[in-house]
Structures are given as structure tokens and as C-alpha cells.
């Protein structure tokens, strides 16, 4: 390993720390003083003040000022919760975690699925009816005008179409969707899995896989985003398997686990676009690790191979249906289009989805992609001409648009299951989550978020000293996510993948909190028992075929 490798992994890995802390700071803070809700405002009721702004819209979003010190209050509860519970978790083994949380997940998952009965409606809808048509041979679809200008939805409409055919083979033609929210669990199963096993091998201290076992017990959004049949949850299992298997590629070296990494990346990005993230976050860490290791050519197979997959999947899914069908989709809206909609206001929140930017624009202009291209460059240039020239609203414009999203703490999940269509009427879970508690379970969301955000915050602060540069990978592909959704498309429905990965890396940052707070409770005898001091084992800060700098000859560190 030369210095330069040695240099440059730690300076990445330093970057990525400093830059996930001052992120996770804001956000931690911004957590205790208020909270980004979701409302439906009707025709008449619009709001415009300095403190509030809600226009008429469906989906407005709604910013709150909390009572901060009741939220200090029960960041510190939930918090002792984890620190008396932890302890008493250290017997389990990976084993045993793995097959509580599968079981668990499921179950939970399975209830609230019959329970809400939800039925899709927008594009949730148009995807699934799609693929269901698809599925028996109708391509007619193929010709609409949504497939022309949402070409990218066909990865996820090819995912959905195979559980078509298999639930349709083994079981009848399906009447409703509840198939594929119950798939939708089993996928959300596999991200817990998942991210579990990463922590795993990314922690000699069992206490982080402990930990993490028991936030996604009580994690309460993903369950219930499960409803909603739009490929987040499905593409994101991919994508956390991609890097799991891609951690396993550098660690143990074999070949086979780099091929089926890539395979997953491929899929991640087929299924839902944004994953493009994912997988310059995991370029970015073989790159890294490239550098610093003796298996320069294989290692570059991998990279080209998790390139390859990532970029011709999707692509090549369009292909098919287009063949299939006989239809030429033609131009689709521009990437530049979602990026200047990103820099405008909307009706819902800065950034938000506005139909005059992007698909109303692209229906007037003909559907000519070059136009629309020329349009939304001199949309956003006006834009950035205007932000430096206004500070002020510059600086409020990105604070509303971060926060609308980040700090929405219930991610849309309890709005997706109340205003869509129903199969029939919800059950009494639903009904209570949905309407009879819903503050109450919206007040739990809000705590729990904090405390994730806290526990994330002060993981990345350990990374700054945690030499294992795979640390990090979590935290990048959440910064990725970030950064990316402040320049496009913003929606707090898109965070909730990125949501799921801050909780399985706030795990490590509670473990830290726990050995800071255990030594001080050893100082009182009546409360030292409950939160014992435990000898840790050393963090892996080095991958096993690395030779210590010692080692390494002249010629090579020349």
C-alpha cells in the first residue's frame, strides 16, 4: 500500500465525515425546535405569511414549530431506553437477530398491509396496471403518453410484470394490488437483513449489529410506507445488497460476491433511476479501496462490471418493451428539466414537483426534447442569476427545501395510506394509525427520527477516528442522497431509503453515546449496575490482505 494510497483514503474518508457532521448537525438541531408535516389544503383555506406558507394543493407541506424542550425530554427517554436495553442483548447471536427481525418485519408488515387496504392511485397506480396488462400480453399501453415522458418507470413496471406472472401462475389472476405491498414487506425484510449483516462485518463490536436489530424493530415508517407500490422500497433492497456483497468483495476477495454485487446494482438502478447515487457511492469506495489493495486488475473488472450493470439494465429494459410492443418511445423529458424544477418554487414546498417546469412544459413544446432542453437551461440559469442576487431567499429557499424533506418525519408514510383510494374499508389498526391516533403515532415518528438523527450525527463524528474506511460507505451514499435531492426533485417520500440507511448507522453512533454515558453512571452505584462497562473488542481498521506500511518495500511506496 503506498502513502499516497494510504493519504488519499484517509482524506476521502475525512471529507465524507466532516461533511455528513456538518449535515447531520443542522439537521439534528433544526429536529428539536420544529417538524415538516403533511396536509391537504382545500380551495379557499391558502396560507401566506412569513412564518407559514401553504398554498391549495393535495399534498402541501406544512411547517411546524415545536416545543423543543419537551423534544430534549424524550430524545433523552428514548435514549436511556436503548442504553438499558442494549446490555441485555449481548447473548444473541447474528443467527438469532437475523430470524426475529424476518420474522418480525414480516408479520408487522403482512397486519398492516390488510389492514389499510389502500389502493393505488397517480402513478402508483398507472405502474401496476401497466405491468398487470403486460403481463398478459398488452403492450398497447406502450403508446400513452406517461411511458414517453416517465420512459425510466418501465424498470419498475418489468419487476412488477414478473410477480405478475408468477402470483397469476401459482394463485389466479390477481384482483388487487396486496400482492405486491405484501412483496413489498419481503423486500423491506431484506433491507433490515441487509444493512443488519453490514454492521456486522463492519463492527468487531457486536453491540452496533445489537443495536441496529433493535431500531428496526421499532422503525414505524418503512412498515408502513409498504403500501405504496412505487419501487423505492424493491430498488433499495437491491442496493443495499449491492453494497453489502461489495464490502464482502473486498474483504474476503472473492470474486463471485463482486459479480453478484454488480448484478444488485444493476437491478437497484433498473427498478427506480435514483440509485445512480448508489452507485457512484460504491464506485467511489472501490476506487478507493482499488488503490489500496494488490489486486489492481481484478478489482478494475469489478468497478467496469458494477458500471456496465448499472448503467445498461434499465436501458435495456426499454429496449425490450419497445420491441415487444413495436412503439419507439421517442424523446423524454431531459434530466436538466428536473434539475431546474428542483430550483423553483412549487405549491408544495421549494423544489417540489411543478408541473409547469417539467411535464406540462414538455406536452406544450410538442414533446421536443432539444426544446425543452433549451428551455430549462434558460429556466435554470434565471434561477441562479436570482439566487445570487438575493441571499437571503436564497438561504430560506434551501432551508425549506431541506427541511421539507429531511425533517418531514413520518416520510409520507401515514399520508400515502390516507388519502388514496381504498379496496375497502381499513381495519381498526389502520383506522387509528391513519385518523383516531394519528397524532400520537406522528409524535412518535417525530422522537424517533431525532433520536436516529443524533445517533447518526455522532456516528460520523466516530468515523473521523474509525481508520476502517468502509465505515463510511452508509454515511456516503446518504450524503449522495442529500445532495442530490437539493438540486432535483425534492420530496420527503425519497428520503425514506436514505432514512432507513441513518438508522442502521445511528446504531454505532448510540453504541459511542452508550460507553460515554456507562462510565459516567459508574460514578453512582445505585444506576452503575444497569448500564455496565464492557470490554470492547478493537474495531477493524484494516482489510486482512493489507500489509502493515511497515512491511511494504521501497519500491513500492516510491
Known amino acids: 500500500m503506498s502513502k499516497f494510497a494510504v493519504k488519499f483514503e484517509s482524506f476521502t474518508r475525512i471529507v465524507i465525515s466532516l461533511l455528513m457532521i456538518y449535515i447531520m448537525g443542522m439537521l439534528s438541531l433544526v429536529s428539536l425546535s420544529s417538524t415538516t408535516g403533511m396536509q391537504i389544503v382545500k380551495e379557499g383555506e391558502d396560507v401566506d405569511t412569513v412564518v407559514i406558507r401553504i398554498f391549495k394543493a393535495q399534498e402541501s407541506v406544512v411547517f411546524h414549530h415545536d416545543d423543543m424542550l419537551v423534544n430534549v425530554i424524550m430524545l433523552a427517554v428514548f435514549g436511556i431506553i436503548c442504553f438499558l436495553i442494549l446490555p441485555k442483548m449481548k447473548k444473541l447471536s447474528l443467527r438469532t437477530e437475523l430470524i426475529f427481525i424476518t420474522v418480525w418485519t414480516i408479520l408487522a408488515g403482512t397486519i398492516w398491509v390488510n389492514s389499510s387496504m389502500v389502493q393505488p392511485t397517480f402513478d402508483s397506480a398507472y405502474v401496476t396496471e401497466y405491468a398487470q396488462k403486460f403481463a398478459s400480453g398488452d403492450y398497447s399501453g406502450m403508446s400513452d403518453k406517461y411511458l414517453q415522458e416517465y420512459p425510466f418507470q418501465l424498470g419498475y413496471i418489468f419487476l412488477t410484470e414478473l410477480l405478475y406472472k408468477i402470483v397469476n401462475a401459482n394463485f389466479g389472476e390477481q384482483e388487487t394490488t396486496i400482492f405486491i405491498q405484501v412483496m413489498n414487506v419481503v423486500f423491506l425484510t431484506l433491507?433490515?437483513?441487509?444493512?443488519?449483516?453490514?454492521?456486522?462485518?463492519?463492527?468487531?463490536?457486536?453491540?452496533?449489529?445489537?443495536?441496529?436489530?433493535?431500531?428496526?424493530?421499532?422503525?414505524?415508517?418503512?412498515?408502513?410506507?409498504?403500501?405504496?407500490?412505487?419501487?423505492?422500497?424493491?430498488?433499495?433492497?437491491?442496493a443495499v445488497w449491492a453494497l453489502y456483497l461489495e464490502i464482502l468483495y473486498?474483504?474476503?476477495?472473492?470474486?463471485?460476491?463482486?459479480?453478484?454485487?454488480?448484478?444488485?446494482?444493476?437491478?437497484?438502478?433498473m427498478v427506480k433511476n435514483n440509485n445512480y447515487i448508489t452507485m457512484i457511492a460504491m464506485l467511489i469506495i472501490a476506487v478507493v479501496q482499488m488503490l489500496r489493495r494488490k489486486h489492481l486488475l481484478k478489482d478494475a473488472a469489478y468497478i467496469i462490471l458494477a458500471g456496465v450493470m448499472g448503467l445498461s439494465l434499465l436501458p435495456t429494459?426499454?429496449?425490450?418493451?419497445?420491441?415487444?410492443?413495436?412503439?419507439?418511445?421517442?424523446?423524454?423529458?431531459?434530466?436538466?428539466?428536473?434539475?431546474?424544477?428542483?430550483?423553483?418554487?412549487?405549491?408544495?414546498?421549494p423544489g417540489w414537483y411543478r408541473g409547469a417546469c417539467s411535464v406540462t412544459k414538455f406536452e406544450e413544446l410538442n414533446m421536443n426534447q432539444e426544446a425543452m432542453k433549451a428551455y430549462s437551461s434558460n429556466l435554470l440559469k434565471e434561477r441562479l442569476d436570482y439566487f445570487k442576487e438575493n441571499p437571503q431567499y436564497r438561504k430560506d429557499f434551501f432551508y425549506r427545501k431541506f427541511t421539507s424533506q429531511w425533517n418531514e418525519t413520518t416520510y409520507q408514510s401515514i399520508w400515502n395510506n390516507t388519502v388514496r383510494k381504498q379496496y375497502e374499508d381499513k381495519g381498526k389498526l389502520a383506522q387509528w394509525v391513519c385518523v383516531d391516533g394519528a397524532d400520537k403515532v406522528q409524535s412518535y415518528m417525530d422522537f424517533f427520527a431525532q433520536l436516529v438523527f443524533w445517533g447518526c450525527l455522532l456516528a460520523v463524528i466516530g468515523c473521523l477516528r474509525n481508520k476502517n474506511f468502509l465505515a463510511v460507505s452508509m454515511p456516503l451514499i446518504v450524503l449522495g442522497g442529500i445532495m442530490y435531492h437539493m438540486l432535483s426533485e425534492a420530496k420527503s417520500q425519497y428520503a425514506l431509503s436514505y432514512f432507513i440507511m441513518m438508522t442502521g448507522t445511528a446504531a454505532y453512533g448510540i453504541c459511542i453515546a452508550y460507553d460515554i454515558f456507562a462510565k459516567r453512571m459508574q460514578k453512582h452505584l445505585q444506576f452503575a449496575r444497569f448500564f455496565p462497562v464492557e470490554e470492547i473488542q478493537p474495531e477493524k481498521t484494516e482489510l486482512p490482505e493489507t500489509p502493515a506500511l511497515s512491511e511494504v518495500s521501497e519500491t513500492e511506496t516510491a
Open 191 to 238: 433491507i433490515y437483513d441487509g444493512i443488519i449483516l453490514i454492521n456486522h462485518e463492519l463492527f468487531e463490536d457486536k453491540r452496533v449489529r445489537h443495536m441496529t436489530v433493535l431500531l428496526f424493530a421499532v422503525c414505524a415508517q418503512p412498515v408502513i410506507f409498504c403500501t405504496f407500490t412505487y419501487g423505492i422500497i424493491p430498488a433499495f433492497a437491491f
Open 250 to 269: 473486498f474483504k474476503k476477495n472473492k470474486i463471485w460476491m463482486g459479480i453478484i454485487s454488480a448484478i444488485c446494482l444493476g437491478l437497484a438502478v
Open 317 to 349: 429494459v426499454i429496449s425490450h418493451y419497445e420491441k415487444k410492443s413495436g412503439t419507439e418511445l421517442g424523446d423524454s423529458i431531459p434530466y436538466i428539466s428536473w434539475i431546474a424544477m428542483g430550483m423553483c418554487e412549487g405549491g408544495r414546498a
